[in-house]
């Protein structure tokens, strides 16, 4: 096994509460086994830019509980250019890092990935709060998110039934529905929509209408921003600009089905939009658990020397995978049977 005296760390991508437990734990678990901790700034931009801090356990002491990461992030592509390749492969050797651990979905691991073949040994922690990381059951912040959803679509409920009203939440969720489905599964909602499988208009107003037949004049529709109809067979995007990954930034289909629903029913629409709201606060128990373990399996990797693989979660257990399969899998789609089952709850 390599001799491990300096492990780098970054979070890059979306934010999600409970990344900073996971760097709390790397600190923690690298402390104890006597190895230095530096901390790149802004994601893959830190060390590009060699924007960097020593951590110490005062450092990461009462970060447990705050979301958000300490280290800030960006969604910058270190494969933007040549120049910020050798910027990264040049600034990893001047601080004479032994391992990197990146923590984030699957462009900040798909980087970490290819920069194997530049000498740059990684380990990757996944944290997205979309959870479509594929060969881990839970990525770091979907459990937080998914809380917020729920607790949404709970309060959206007293309104829904005191105005007899159609209530559409538009949560997060670009190519898989996880978010969208288990807070609707877990708040009650009686439609919803996902990336998964293309919607159209009439299903859901004939839901709405079979509700209101047996008296139930309210109806809660949570939909993923990714979630396409049938008659546009697109999704809906905010603009045209892409970020350095290349993705589009969506959002507005749930005003596009409240333009479409109200043409046709009798019932007034009403649209919520949680957009960062579900990235925000504190992290729950279980992504805090979960994100300590990460933290502290991902250490141990590196002093195996056990490099491009990715700390997961299967069966309770934490164990490595691939990072090539995790990025080839990816995005993770909901399984079949949980869609199936959406359809019995209205």
């Given at each position: 096994m390599p001799k491990i005296k300096r492990i780098g760390v970054l979070s890059g991508g979306g934010d999600s509460p409970g990344i900073n437990a996971a760097i709390r734990a790397i600190v923690k678990k690298a402390n104890w086994e006597g190895i230095e901790v530096i901390g790149f700034k802004n994601g893959w931009s830190g060390l590009i830019e060699n924007d960097y801090?020593?951590?110490?356990l005062r450092?990461?002491?009462g970060i447990i509980q705050v979301g958000g990461t300490?280290?800030?992030?960006?969604?910058?592509?270190?494969?933007?250019?040549?120049?910020?390749?050798?910027k990264v492969k040049k600034n990893y050797k001047k601080h004479k890092i032994d391992a990197l651990i990146a923590i984030g979905g699957d462009d900040t691991l798909g980087a970490a990935h290819k920069l194997k073949k530049h000498g740059i040994k990684a380990v990757g922690i996944p944290q997205t709060i979309d959870n479509d990381l594929a060969e881990t059951e839970y990525s770091i912040g979907f459990d937080?998110?998914?809380?917020?959803?729920?607790?949404?679509?709970?309060?959206?409920?007293?309104?829904?039934?005191?105005?007899?009203?159609?209530?559409?939440?538009?949560?997060?969720g670009r190519d898989a529905g996880w978010i969208g489905l288990?807070?609707?599964l877990s708040g009650g909602a009686d439609v919803i929509l996902v990336p998964e499988e293309n919607f159209e208009i009439s299903e859901v107003e004939e839901r709405i209408k079979k509700r209101a037949e047996v008296g139930k004049y309210f109806s809660i529709v949570v939909i993923s921003e990714g979630a396409k109809p049938v008659e546009l067979d697109q999704q809906i995007t905010k603009d045209a600009e892409t970020d350095e990954f290349g993705h589009v930034?969506?959002?507005g289909i749930g005003h596009y089905l409240a333009n479409q629903l109200q043409e046709i029913l009798h019932l007034p629409v009403r649209v919520t939009t949680l957009a960062y709201l579900q990235r925000g606060g504190q992290p729950t128990a279980f992504d805090r658990?979960?994100?300590t373990r990460f933290g502290v399996s991902a250490v141990e990797l590196c002093k195996e020397g056990n490099f491009d693989r990715m700390v997961a979660l299967k069966a309770n257990k934490v164990v490595p995978v691939e990072l090539e399969k995790v990025i080839k899998n990816s995005p993770k789609p909901i399984d079949k049977k949980l869609l199936e089952m959406r359809k019995m709850f209205y």
């Amino acid at each position: 096994m390599p001799k491990i005296k300096r492990i780098g760390v970054l979070s890059g991508g979306g934010d999600s509460p409970g990344i900073n437990a996971a760097i709390r734990a790397i600190v923690k678990k690298a402390n104890w086994e006597g190895i230095e901790v530096i901390g790149f700034k802004n994601g893959w931009s830190g060390l590009i830019e060699n924007d960097y801090i020593k951590l110490t356990l005062r450092d990461v002491s009462g970060i447990i509980q705050v979301g958000g990461t300490k280290l800030g992030t960006s969604r910058t592509n270190p494969y933007k250019s040549d120049k910020d390749i050798e910027k990264v492969k040049k600034n990893y050797k001047k601080h004479k890092i032994d391992a990197l651990i990146a923590i984030g979905g699957d462009d900040t691991l798909g980087a970490a990935h290819k920069l194997k073949k530049h000498g740059i040994k990684a380990v990757g922690i996944p944290q997205t709060i979309d959870n479509d990381l594929a060969e881990t059951e839970y990525s770091i912040g979907f459990d937080s998110a998914l809380n917020i959803v729920m607790h949404a679509v709970d309060q959206l409920h007293t309104t829904a039934y005191s105005h007899h009203r159609v209530m559409i939440l538009e949560v997060m969720g670009r190519d898989a529905g996880w978010i969208g489905l288990f807070g609707g599964l877990s708040g009650g909602a009686d439609v919803i929509l996902v990336p998964e499988e293309n919607f159209e208009i009439s299903e859901v107003e004939e839901r709405i209408k079979k509700r209101a037949e047996v008296g139930k004049y309210f109806s809660i529709v949570v939909i993923s921003e990714g979630a396409k109809p049938v008659e546009l067979d697109q999704q809906i995007t905010k603009d045209a600009e892409t970020d350095e990954f290349g993705h589009v930034r969506l959002g507005g289909i749930g005003h596009y089905l409240a333009n479409q629903l109200q043409e046709i029913l009798h019932l007034p629409v009403r649209v919520t939009t949680l957009a960062y709201l579900q990235r925000g606060g504190q992290p729950t128990a279980f992504d805090r658990i979960l994100a300590t373990r990460f933290g502290v399996s991902a250490v141990e990797l590196c002093k195996e020397g056990n490099f491009d693989r990715m700390v997961a979660l299967k069966a309770n257990k934490v164990v490595p995978v691939e990072l090539e399969k995790v990025i080839k899998n990816s995005p993770k789609p909901i399984d079949k049977k949980l869609l199936e089952m959406r359809k019995m709850f209205y």
